[in-house]
């Protein structure tokens, strides 16, 4: 079976809509064709120390989304209103020419539901002399089926860990079964990458780092989500506990959403991160983030330069 024809019978994620994307047909994500709907490739500044380092990291925002978080800080791409549809030719060549302009690597953000494309595309860059490390940046809503299929491909897994409570996710992401999923998948990202390896200058060749976006008024969930995951993985992963949370601009149902994270809220979490034994872990200094860690979808990269203005 070609792996495009998954996009036949659309399983990609947890949801599993069976839609027929190839004959336009839509399931939750929103999204059909063959092709990709891309936001903005770029060299991006804002991840993780080992991931962003000094060049920056070669980001490609796809649009579209399995999720529908009540806080989502990337709506305008994670509804699939902003971005333009690419061929699989184009995002290949993107690819590369992310490694022209000296990125780090190679960083799919919000990639399930064009599995099939982007494997593609990676296998033809990765014929045409692609070197760089592949970072899956994910909401961590998969189906470790389906991640099998990256298995080669992707070299650093940047999961999201949402939530532990069910009631939590079914309320504020539309998916209560995402913490029955969650685990199943970090395993399956740990068993492809092992323990982290890191180059000369600090930067991450292969490995997981399981990112947690702290919410206001839910310490009590993050806590028990942080002591589930360190029990599990302890030092075969690396942890990310951010503070970056940043209320949308329409007020939201559930009040606490409404505003920051507070200093007092993070320390706790992160007092109690050091209390596990926790070590192996990026924090954000400075409290709650600003509107800077969102940037702007403005299709830098994505739509194909005249041949003047193509690099050599």
Known sequence: MEIMELLGSCHLCPR???????????????????????????????????????????????????????????????????????????LTEIFLELEQKGAANINLVTPTHYLPQIVTALDRAREAGLSLPVVYNTSGYERPEMLRLLEGRVDIYLPDAKYASEELAGS???????????????????????????????????????????????????????????????????????????????????????????????????DYAISLGMEQAFIQEGGAASESFIPPFDLEGVEKSPPSEQMS
């Open 172 to 270: 504020f992401s539309h998916a209560a079964d995402y913490p029955r999923v969650l685990l199943p998948t970090l395993d399956e990202m740990v068993r492809q990458t092992g323990t982290p390896v890191f180059d000369e200058n600090g930067m991450m060749r292969k490995g997981t780092i399981i990112r947690h976006l702290a919410l206001p008024g839910q310490g009590a969930d993050s806590r028990r989500l942080l002591r589930l995951l360190y029990e599990r993985y302890g030092e075969q992963v690396y942890f990310s506990i951010m503070s970056q949370y940043t209320p949308p601009s329409a007020p939201l149902p559930v009040e606490s959403l409404n505003r920051k994270l507070s200093r007092r809220e993070y320390d706790r979490l992160l």
């Open 16 to 90: 599993e809509c069976g839609v027929n994307r190839l004959a336009g047909e839509r399931g939750f994500c929103g999204l059909a064709g063959s092709g990709v709907r891309v936001a903005r490739a770029a060299l991006h500044f804002w991840e993780e120390p080992c991931i962003s380092g000094e060049n920056g990291s070669g980001t490609v925002f796809f649009a579209g989304c399995t999720l529908r978080c009540l806080f989502c800080q990337n709506q305008a791409i994670s509804r699939g209103e902003a971005g333009v549809e690419i061929p699989v030719e184009r």
